[in-house]
């Protein structure tokens, strides 16, 4: 999907690429801490 979008980057204004990019960091932080507590969850519960 980046690539085919990639082209029309430098056609959007600079806020909305900041938008796109703060979007992108914010979801990539909750991936990291779901995968964090699942991995916590799962560690509990074999310890258990």
Do not use: E
């Not at 029309?8 to 900041?18: C, E, G, R, S, T």
């Not at 979007?23 to 799962?42: D, Q, S, W």
């Amino acid at each position: 999907m980046g690539y085919l979008t990639a082209p029309f980057f430098d056609q959007l204004p600079v806020y909305i690429l900041k938008l796109v990019v703060a979007v992108i960091f914010v979801l990539g932080a909750v991936y990291v801490a779901t995968t964090i507590r699942m991995i916590y969850n799962v560690i509990q519960r074999l310890s258990k």
